[in-house]
């Protein structure tokens, strides 16, 4: 029945729902943690609201998330899904299957989600009474009672995008869907690339001209400023990534045959791997400009900001660029799963698992040194106007050790999506791939 | 007409802007007849297939399959004649590798089409020279076997005609023949009809008819002749 085509694909693609089941997981644990603490800290009025509003952004990017991924695994199982639909499994009963897989997936990943969430908000509750956020005396009580909303909430939300995400392949002519399984060939068009240089354009225009606005004008309009430059840069981004290698290759002409390996064969993920740099450079963009927007603050005027309002602004962050890591190494993570063959190939051409996985590694660290590049470019300008209406500088400042920070998350996010699924794919001998 | 289970009108297939994969192809094939189809790679023999079975639309004319119009059919409706109608066997990718034979077997019933008693698998089963292997995973078999439990799904539910692309495509001619044995059976025995793509002059020996495609047009349709002399066509259309 349904249930016996979604157990077979579960069982049979165990890679393809890490992603919906890490969207869940994160969903879970932010609504754990903001609902416990919403419901039994007596917090300032602010606080309150905050957390009623990360609560929601957890619900919405879940739908968000959970459809872009699930997209990733039906695209891993389209030899099945048109095996199904050509022996007779009809549109409406392959979104169904769909949908099922994914609020399966829901349930162990939000129960984890959930225990995970209440060890993160004991740890935050500390860190808000540190702040003043919430009374000295507050104490984070688990509410067993939570579980089932949150559970439910999931469900909903992952086959709400389950079934948005399923409408198109589960309607694809199955001879069409047979010969897809074997040849995709996107191509990097003209009207790609005009959209892209058009957005960045447009940022950057945008930023120039509000930078003679009161303040508080000029940070509403910040927010355009980067949404363009990085939708522009997503659109950009298998030109950039080509660039990137063709200006590093001497570099990774170092490393020897290794490095050449890296830098040709991400010229040819080029576009699968800039779905990765969306987020990427979004979530350490966003970062960069709300740190730097503190920190140039307390080192211009020589005085701390306002800490409270500073802390619940980083958290918020926080949650932005946990969901913002996970697309970005969910995209990674299907593109290196998508290669396995290629993996194994390199294996029986000759290449020890130490080789294949070096060269992993080297294309996590051009991905790495791109987005970080483009990701500092797209917080310079939108912080440029913003510190120079509120300071009076052109120059953000942002301390060394929080730099560092920035760059060795980032390079562990790049790796989690890159190296780590490699790293266990490469574990079975080569020649069991490509059978 | 309405007994004919499968007739094309005028068939054309056009792959983006300009290039016409099938032109014009008409045919129609009688109940209990076993049809080859041949022609070299990119000669539209595939996607003949794929209009005739309704896995594809034709982009000019009219197919009806099993008395029905597929080209005027909605896609659930399309999808449920050829569950209910139509059985498949393709070159590989047949059979959902981590399911046991007997459950592979099964698919079309479990996926709504018509209920398959136990005394019709272990039939089936036998028949196909797998029986008591029914419990064995696919995953585990080998590319014979593999094949013979694909033709065993593709007749348990007494279709109207059976497709087959290219089915020994990836099999020794030994184990290939014993895969076309079962099909000529089929169409023997119990009067299935069976249209067949090959490129393999062995395997469409078996047929008793044989269309030969050329650049999307039907150039030759015969009584099949035996294996040398299908070489021979072959060579004279290339």
């Known amino acids: 029945m349904r249930a016996g085509i979604a157990a077979q694909a579960l069982r049979a693609h165990r890679w393809a729902f890490v992603g919906p089941a890490s969207t869940q997981l994160v969903a879970a644990m932010v609504l754990s943690a903001t609902l416990t603490l919403r419901l039994t800290v007596d917090g300032s009025p602010d606080l309150l609201d905050a957390l009623t509003a990360f609560a929601l952004i957890a619900v919405y990017l879940t739908i968000l998330l959970v459809g872009v991924t699930m997209n990733a695994a039906i695209a891993q199982q389209a030899r099945d899904v048109a095996l199904l639909r050509a022996i007779g499994a009809t549109p409406g009963r392959i979104r169904r299957a769909v949908a099922l897989e994914a609020a399966v997936v829901a349930l162990p990943a939000g129960g984890a989600g959930y225990l995970l969430g209440l060890l993160a908000g004991w740890a935050w509750l500390g860190s808000l009474v540190d702040h003043g956020l919430a009374p000295a005396g507050a104490r984070f009580t688990p509410e067993p009672l939570l579980l089932a909303p949150i559970l439910g909430v999931l469900v909903v939300t992952s086959t709400v995008g389950a079934l948005i995400a399923a409408v198109r392949p589960s309607r694809a002519r199955p001879a069409v869907a047979l010969a897809e399984a074997e040849t995709r060939r996107p191509r990097f068009t003209a009207v790609r690339a005009a959209f892209g240089l058009l957005l960045v354009a447009g940022g950057v225009t945008l930023s120039v001209s509000i930078a003679d606005l009161a303040p508080d004008a000029a940070d509403d309009a910040a927010f355009f400023v980067m949404l363009a430059l990085c939708v522009g840069v997503g659109f950009l981004g298998p030109f950039v990534l080509r660039s990137a290698v063709a200006v590093g290759r001497p570099v990774l002409a170092l490393a020897g045959g290794t490095g050449h390996l890296a830098a040709d064969s991400v010229a040819v993920l080029s576009r699968a791997l800039s779905g990765a740099l969306v987020p990427l450079v979004l979530a350490v963009a966003f970062a960069g400009v709300k740190i730097a927007v503190h920190t140039t603050t307390t080192h211009v005027t020589g005085r701390a900001g306002p800490a409270a309002e500073a802390w619940l602004d980083y958290s918020g962050t926080t949650v932005y660029c946990l969901f913002a890591a996970v697309a970005a190494v969910n995209t990674l993570a299907t593109v290196v799963v998508g290669r396995r063959r290629d993996l194994a190939l390199l294996g029986l051409a000759g290449a020890t698992r130490g080789r294949v996985l070096a060269v992993v590694v080297c294309e996590a660290g051009i991905v790495t040194v791109t987005g970080l590049v483009l990701a500092t470019g797209v917080a310079g300008v939108t912080l440029m106007p913003m510190v120079h209406t509120a300071l009076g500088t052109w120059m953000p400042y942002v301390p060394t050790t929080t730099l560092a920070a920035g760059v060795l998350v980032t390079a562990a996010v790049v790796a989690a999506g890159t190296v780590l699924p490699a790293a266990l794919l490469t574990r079975r001998p080569p020649v069991r791939e490509v059978r | ?238």
């Not at chain 2, 070299?40 to 079975?53: D, E, N, R, V």
């Not at chain 2, 009806?64 to 590989?92: H, I, N, P």
């Not at chain 2, 059976?162 to 023997?188: H, K, Y």
């Open chain 2, 1 to 238: 007409m309405d007994d004919t289970p499968v007739v094309a009108d005028g068939l054309g297939r056009r792959y983006g802007d300009r290039f016409w994969a099938l032109r014009d192809v008409s045919l129609a094939v009688p109940a209990g007849q076993f049809v080859a189809v041949m022609g070299a790679t990119g000669s539209g023999k595939s996607t003949l297939l794929h209009c005739l079975a309704g896995l594809d639309r034709p982009t000019a004319g009219r197919v009806r399959l099993a008395g029905r119009d597929v080209t005027r059919l909605r896609e659930a409706a399309l999808t449920r004649l050829r569950r209910d109608r139509v059985g498949f066997v393709f070159q590989s990718y047949n059979l959902l590798s981590t399911l046991t034979v007997s459950r592979n077997v099964l698919l079309p019933a479990r996926l709504g089409g018509p209920r398959i008693t136990p005394a019709a698998l272990a039939t089936i089963l036998d028949a196909v020279g797998l029986s008591g292997l029914g419990d064995r995973l696919v995953g585990d078999l080998s590319g014979g076997q593999r094949q013979r439990v694909a033709v065993a799904r593709a007749l348990v539910t007494r279709p109207a005609v059976v497709f087959a692309d290219e089915p020994t495509g990836a099999l020794d001619p030994t184990t290939g023949g014993q895969v076309l044995r079962l099909l000529r059976d089929a169409v023997d025995r119990d009067g299935v009809t069976v249209v067949m793509v090959s490129h393999d002059p062995l395997a469409a020996a078996h047929s008793d008819r044989l269309l030969l495609l050329r650049e999307g047009r039907l150039v030759a349709d015969t009584r099949t002749p035996d294996a040398p002399s299908i070489s021979a066509l072959l060579a004279v259309a290339a």
